[in-house]
């Protein structure tokens, strides 16, 4: 398996545009995680799904952004409009559950707001 | 949810020293409790672990231990080497009927001069 895959890698955009960032999880995963991560605040959790289902989605910051899960290999986070405080590393990881929740991490993408 | 704290935030030590980062956790429903390390650029990669039925984990170099009733495990590092260097990261979290995700400490950033 090529691991979690992530695209863009680097995006760099100006404020109010929409962004849109994708991934794809290790197929046979059941979770997918949407982390983000700044100097300031860390690894912030997002939101996460099971079986494409939204569980968890208290660590969105505002309805600028979205998370969505069509089915098991793909998944999208959208902010619209963005703003220069949404630029951070975002990162997408997955994982299954077998008696350990050990995350696989996608290499990430990292989005500038001007 | 949960709260997690980690000590030193920064740590440096010489090569072939010990270092030890020390995880709080809030939650004590919490039975999982890893330890990620992130390499600058690169993504977080998990590099131990340890379940609630067990006290301590060795792995080579590293080992974790896991003291529940004062909710707090720590990582060990024996031997520092250059490469060691790199960001920690601890992320109790639940399995086996558990809360799947996983909350992210700020992170401690461990040089080992050379």
């Known amino acids: 398996d090529a691991g979690v895959i992530q695209s863009p890698r680097h995006e760099v955009t100006e404020m109010g545009q929409e962004v849109t960032l994708r991934c794809k999880p290790i197929?046979?995963?059941?979770?997918l995680f949407w982390y983000r991560q700044t100097m300031m605040r860390g690894l912030e959790l997002l939101i996460y799904f099971n079986n494409n289902v939204p569980i968890d989605d208290s660590g969105m910051p505002e309805d600028r952004f979205s998370a969505k899960m069509p089915n098991a290999s793909f998944s999208t986070l959208k902010i619209q409009p963005s703003e220069p405080r949404d630029s951070a590393v975002y990162f997408c990881?997955?994982?299954?559950?077998?008696?350990?929740?050990?995350?696989?991490f996608g290499a990430g993408s990292r989005l500038t707001v001007l | 949810g949960e709260n997690v704290e980690q000590h030193p935030s920064t740590l440096s030590v010489q090569e072939g020293d010990s270092a030890v980062i020390k995880c709080t956790y809030s939650?004590?429903?919490?039975?999982?409790f890893p330890w990620y390390k992130q390499e600058l650029g690169k993504r977080p990669q998990l590099i131990i672990d340890i379940r609630s039925n067990v006290g301590e984990k060795k792995d080579q170099r590293i080992a974790v231990t896991l003291n529940k009733t004062a909710k707090h495990f720590s990582l060990h590092i024996t031997e520092t080497q250059p490469e060691d260097s790199a960001v920690y990261f601890c992320?109790?979290?639940?399995?086996?009927?558990?809360?799947?995700?996983?909350?992210f400490g700020k992170g401690t950033k461990l040089t080992v001069n050379p």
């Open positions: 992320a109790p979290g639940g399995i086996w009927g558990g809360s799947e995700k996983l909350v």
């Open positions: 939650d004590s429903a919490s039975n999982y």
């Open positions: 990881a997955s994982s299954y559950i077998s008696g350990a929740n050990v995350l696989t």
């Open positions: 197929s046979g995963h059941d979770y």
